[in-house]
């Protein structure tokens, strides 16, 4: 069964409470490619498109980073606000109810990132989206999923088009505009629901705007 990634659908999703699902969901630990890929950045302005529960946006702010953090879901914000609550960093957050496939933020950022986010749009327009809200020196930070045949994601069945490679979001990426520094997939393992292991393929792609 697949689904329109719509408020609806997010809304369920998180209202059913998937506290055990793999990726950033629920009370999990930020995403480990953040700390790799932004830990040589100087901390400034960042937005995090799809922020779900907000481990990202909470790790990125108890680090110094001044953090919107959108999302369509206001159950997920609600969860992420009272994990927020807890972590010292608040005061560097900003929680933003919005559907990113129209919503345009009112400045561009010094880092943009976002984890396994899905839209109601094709997954490869979503990134060309968000990469226009990166600011001139500032760093795009791409997780995605690389779905295959039969896989289910976080527990649901994604439309192809909700998967992309690396090499797909690197090529609609003007070498002019951008370079990249990572652009990579890899497969990890986490531990799901009743301690099955679940394998997630996964696309990283970073890029820096040059201009």
């Known amino acids: 069964m697949t689904y ?27 995403n480990p490619y953040l700390a790799r890929e932004t830990s040589g950045l100087t ?35 609600a969860r992420a606000a009272e994990r927020a609550a807890t972590s010292g960093a608040s005061e560097r957050l900003r929680w933003v109810e919005a ?8 400045a561009q950022f010094d880092l943009v990132m976002t984890h396994y986010a899905h839209p109601a749009m094709p997954q490869l327009e979503f990134y060309d989206r968000i990469a226009g809200w990166v600011a001139p020196g500032g760093t795009l930070l791409i997780v ?46 986490l531990t799901g629901d009743g301690g099955r292991a679940v394998p997630l393929h996964d696309v990283v792609v970073r890029a820096t705007r040059r201009r």
């Open 144 to 189: 995605g999923h690389l779905h295959t045949p039969g896989s289910t994601g976080h527990g649901h069945h994604p439309p192809a088009e909700a998967s992309a490679t690396s090499a797909a979001v690197t090529a609609r990426m003007d070498d002019m505009e951008w370079e990249i520094v990572t652009a990579e997939e890899q497969l990890r393992t």
């Open 99 to 106: 559907d990113l496939s129209v919503w345009n933020p009112d």
């Open 4 to 30: 329109e990634f719509d408020k609806d659908f997010w809304e369920q999703h998180w209202q059913q409470g998937r506290a055990g699902s793999p990726g950033s969901m629920g009370g999990n630990p930020p």
């Open 43 to 77: 901390p400034g302005t960042a937005l995090d498109a799809g922020c779900g529960a907000g481990a990202e946006a909470i790790w990125l702010a108890s680090r110094g980073w001044r953090v919107t953090a959108a999302d369509i879901s206001s159950e997920a914000l």
